[in-house]
């Protein structure tokens, strides 16, 4: 009967030997479908990305001293992909998982992992033909803060800082390096985007929105050493980029 079955709720690994002979135990968690970089060119629209998928992921977030959660200098995190033997969507609800593959993510890993996810998904926003306002607003926000103790910029102090670099996370930190150089040309396109397509009741909001840029371009530039933003260098970009989406819209981007 149902008295005799319990639910596990989150994520982390199973001791056999934790659990009371009693009961069934049921473990449930969220997993998204997985992608390598070979199957990405061949998943190009939504349809495709929740069709005939065999490879589920998700992650567990934990540190090195037992806590679930800390600081991102402490943050490791562990990526299983599982393997079932039919794919999804199924005529039956359950699926036999054949396979668990698991990749352990130190630290920089995570801060790298998270940076690319956040340059890829904000790039998305940017190349749509029609532009999603709410998400890209909600993206540039998250995107330009300058918290102490979270987002980006607390990936760049803990992670390029040379004071806090160690010499074997050298090919890390350039990888990074690299990352943050995009992010920020992506976030001067979302801006430039956002500029023109808001109301004058939003002008406000979006200097807001520059300003944060400006002073996170600022600091990040001053832990790597290098001026990484130029605005002219930038909006010849932006002019080029939507130039191209207005060949596959049909739209003017005027930029005045």
């Not at 992921?57 to 200098?73: A, D, N």
């Not at 909001?205 to 001053?222: A, I, P, R, T």
């Amino acid at each position: 009967g149902t008295e005799s079955v319990k639910i596990i709720q989150d994520s982390n690994k199973v001791n056999p030997k934790d659990l009371d002979t009693k009961f069934a135990y049921i473990q449930v968690t969220f997993v998204k479908p997985y992608f390598d970089e070979k199957d990405c060119p061949e998943k190009k629209t939504d349809f495709e990305k929740c069709h005939n998928i065999n490879r589920f992921v998700f992650e567990t977030p934990y540190t090195l001293t037992g806590k679930k959660h800390g600081g991102v200098e402490e943050q490791c995190k562990r990526r299983s992909v599982l393997t079932t033997a039919n794919t999804f969507p199924y005529v039956k609800k359950r699926v036999e998982v054949l396979g668990e593959k698991q990749v352990e993510l130190k630290p920089v890993d995570v801060a790298i992992d998270e940076m690319r996810a956040r340059t890829a998904e904000l790039t998305k926003l940017c190349s749509s033909q029609e532009v999603d306002m709410i998400q890209l607003q909600l993206k540039l926000q998250g995107c330009v803060s300058v918290q102490v103790n979270a987002g980006p910029m607390a990936y760049a102090r803990a992670f390029l800082d040379d004071s806090k670099t160690s010499k074997s996370n050298n090919k890390k930190a350039m990888e990074l390096k690299e990352i943050f150089r995009r992010f920020v040309e992506v976030c001067s396109m979302a801006l430039d985007i956002n500029e023109r397509l808001i109301k004058e009741d939003q002008f406000e909001y979006h200097e807001g929105l520059k300003g944060n840029f400006k002073d996170m371009v600022k600091e990040l530039s001053d832990i790597i050493h290098e001026q990484i933003f130029q605005e002219d260098m930038m909006r010849s970009l932006l002019q080029n980029s939507l130039h191209v989406f207005r060949a596959i819209s049909g739209t003017s981007t005027d930029l005045g």
